[in-house]
């Protein structure tokens, strides 16, 4: 990989075979490992302006440049968060000479107050090619990282490093994009202002929006009729309205229509039925076929699953149960998905499994060189587990001496129904029936019968490690401690998976450790932490929420804690600021625990809701001492078996995290004094 510094430039085809497809991350931490930024993209002609507003990139505008930039969302770091871009260079259109990769903050936040500021480039194998370390960022709200350019035909990507005080709307502006800032005479029921923001929650403001055309409406073709003089004066043009993207999009409704059935015995028909599921090849088979034609059919989900593996947007055909030639007897992938653009193919093989089945190591392997040779681009796992960085599910072999590489990716079924209902529940899709489609996948993927239910299993370490914490035999460096660790990550991000579908939000989980410490490191000195202490712990960020979910199991109590820590309002007295809290959590649990934190490392008054609510004072500090926030907890008994059970430890997690969302989180006020809750209504068109 090459290190560029500020000003810098390099040819992608000095430092890859296959620079068609390429993904670029912006990152940064901070030392709370709250911080964040938004990212956008502006395409740019020869005089290095936007040829029109769809040329802006940006959090509610995704995909621009005809599908060839697409911005893929974040990744959570050790401390931070990491955005990705994908970029199709060969389906760039041919006017755009530049494209500028910028990102933003907002609410009075600054680059200069993130670390690590810094930007990859990686090839459609995953190969890093470029990376450029930004150490002088400053007090500016919106900054360039670097550029892609054409020189003879050739991209080119250029470290620029350049910030602007003006913020997002200033950098926009600058490259002729048309931000409409006279939200005074706007028709209000056309929405006076739009919010122009990402994940970073708690930071993203109100900024004008740029004007985006409306797309002509399909439908069939209206025959001409005739018209008088008059009728056919033109009309006086309109105001050109303020986008307003979710409203052109499709969603469907949480809750569905009361159903026309004589009783609950009868049952709905359904696209994909489950009731004839027998074996677990025959639920490889079915969720393959069902999952990829979906993907074909529906080109916002397929793109969505595919573009972050470096495959074009394209026209998409998927493919299952292909004989390929391999020595004396044919491999038959349960999967093959081709996409063409611009004349060229990608093809990726699909090796799926269900139900808690483990991937082959010697048909993954097979598959790989099979890719080799035939020049395909990419193989996907797809199971129910959950990969990890460092941690490989399959081990395979790469033979250097080939000049085509082929990218190993992993897909878990947690992540497909998470896209699927990210789309059909609050971002839309272009039509009802890719809607109603993505419904019914969906609902295929959450039935019991289908084994695709994402990560259900703590592994066979898990009772041994229990019994060995319980009766304090268990040592450090013991291998089974790793084992659970791992599986613990696995379990966290499947819960941010799921929570993020069911809130519309970006749910991360939180690592703080360096960036660029080698992870299973990490997980070694938690491992021996587990040994030692007996407890599993893990932070979740959601966004637009005042603090980090935190959950805690205790393996010698056997009890699960899910607390967040809010800070004190800065305004009146302290019992003023008490009485507010228990106001907020009018609709809380009465077991929710209650503490004071105070400034310093001393710890203050606690109790639970159910005392506090008519004394709301007993919970002040009796030293006088400032107040610089409260925990909020609580506890439930978690599950000792390994599963997804009654009884299981998975379930019991899922169970505390949900209901510690449900009745706490979603009762407390925002940063910017909304109060956010699972029912908000969803726009739909």
């Avoid at 060229?344 to 082959?360: D, M, P, Q, R």
């Avoid at 907890?633 to 978690?638: A, D, I, R, T």
Wanted: with cysteine; hydrophobic share 40%.
């Amino acid at each position: 990989m090459q290190d560029l510094v500020k000003g810098a430039n390099i040819g992608l085809a000095a430092l890859s075979e296959d620079v068609s497809s390429v993904v670029m991350s912006l990152g940064w931490s901070s030392t709370t490992g709250e911080g964040d930024a938004d990212v956008s993209v502006l395409l740019l002609d020869g005089n290095g302006k936007v040829r029109s507003d769809v040329d802006f990139c940006f959090y509610n505008n995704p995909i621009a440049g005809n599908g060839s930039v697409q911005l893929l969302g974040k990744t959570p770091t050790a401390d931070g968060n990491e955005d990705r871009i994908s970029f199709d260079l060969d389906a760039v259109p041919s006017e755009v000479e530049q494209i500028v990769v910028a990102a933003s903050r907002y609410g009075g936040s600054r680059f200069g107050d993130l670390n690590d500021l810094h930007l990859t480039l990686a090839d459609s194998a995953g190969d890093g090619l470029v990376q450029f370390s930004i150490e002088d960022a400053g007090a500016v709200s919106a900054f360039i990282f670097g550029e892609l350019y054409r020189r003879t035909g050739e991209w080119k990507f250029r470290a620029v490093g350049q910030g602007y005080e003006s913020g997002l709307a200033g950098l926009a502006t600058d490259f002729g994009v048309d931000i409409d800032d006279d939200a005074g005479d706007e028709d209000p029921e056309d929405g006076a202002e739009e919010e122009l923001r990402g994940p970073a929650g708690d930071h993203a403001v109100a900024v004008p929006s740029p004007r985006i055309p409306e797309p002509a409406p399909a439908g069939p073709v209206v025959p001409a009729v005739t018209v008088s003089a008059e009728e056919a004066l033109p009309a006086e043009p309109k105001p050109r309205a303020r986008p307003r993207t979710a409203k052109r999009k499709v969603t469907l409704p949480r809750t569905a229509k009361k159903s026309l059935a004589e009783n609950d015995s009868w049952r709905t028909a359904r696209l994909f039925p489950l009731s004839v599921l027998r074996s677990d090849r025959e639920r490889e088979t079915r969720a393959t076929s069902v999952l990829l034609s979906v993907m074909a059919q529906v080109p916002e989900f397929g793109r969505r699953l595919t573009a972050g593996f470096g495959a074009p947007a394209g026209r998409m055909e998927t493919f299952t149960e292909v004989s390929l030639p391999h020595g004396d007897s044919p491999r038959r992938p349960d999967g093959v998905i081709r996409v063409e653009r611009a004349g060229k193919l990608w093809t990726a093989l699909v090796e799926t499994k269900t139900n808690g089945n483990a991937l082959k190591p010697d048909q993954v392997q097979a598959y790989m060189d099979i890719a080799a040779r035939r020049g395909y681009e990419a193989v996907i796992t797809l199971s129910n587990d959950v990969a990890l960085e460092g941690s490989p599910l399959v081990d395979v072999r790469i033979d250097g001496r080939r000049k085509h590489k082929v990218a190993l990716w992993h897909l878990s079924w947690a992540e497909v129904a998470h896209q699927a209902q990210m789309l059909i529940r609050h971002e839309g899709v272009d039509n009802a029936a890719h809607a109603w489609l993505l419904q019914e996948l969906l609902h295929y993927l959450q039935h019991e019968h289908s084994g695709c239910h994402g990560f259900q299993n703590m592994g066979a370490a898990w009772v041994p490690v229990r019994k060995g914490i319980d009766d304090e035999t268990l040592c450090q460096g013991d291998p089974r401690a790793m084992e659970v660790i791992e599986n613990w990550e696995r379990l966290i991000r499947q819960v941010c998976l799921r929570l993020g579908g069911e809130l519309g939000q970006k749910v991360l989980p939180v690592q703080r450790a360096k960036r660029g410490a080698d992870p299973r490191a990490r997980r070694a000195d938690l491992a021996d932490q587990l040994c030692s202490q007996g407890r599993l712990h893990a932070e979740l960020r959601i966004d637009g929420t005042p603090g980090v979910l935190a959950i805690a199991a205790d393996l010698r109590t056997g009890k699960l804690r899910t607390s967040i820590e809010v800070a004190a309002s800065d305004q009146g007295y302290p019992l003023s600021r008490a009485k507010r809290l228990i106001r907020q959590l009018a609709a809380a649990p009465a077991d929710l625990h209650i503490e004071t934190l105070v400034e310093g490392d001393g710890t203050g008054p606690r109790g639970t809701l159910e005392r506090l609510r008519p004394e709301p004072a007993d919970i002040l500090p009796k030293s006088g001492a400032d107040i610089s926030g409260f925990r909020l907890s609580l506890f439930k008994g978690m599950g000792s078996s390994r599963g997804n059970a009654e009884s299981g430890f998975i379930r019991s997690v899922d169970e505390a995290v949900d209901r510690f969302h449900a009745t706490v989180i979603a009762q407390l006020e925002t940063r910017g004094g909304r109060r956010r809750g699972s029912g908000e209504p969803v726009a739909s068109g």
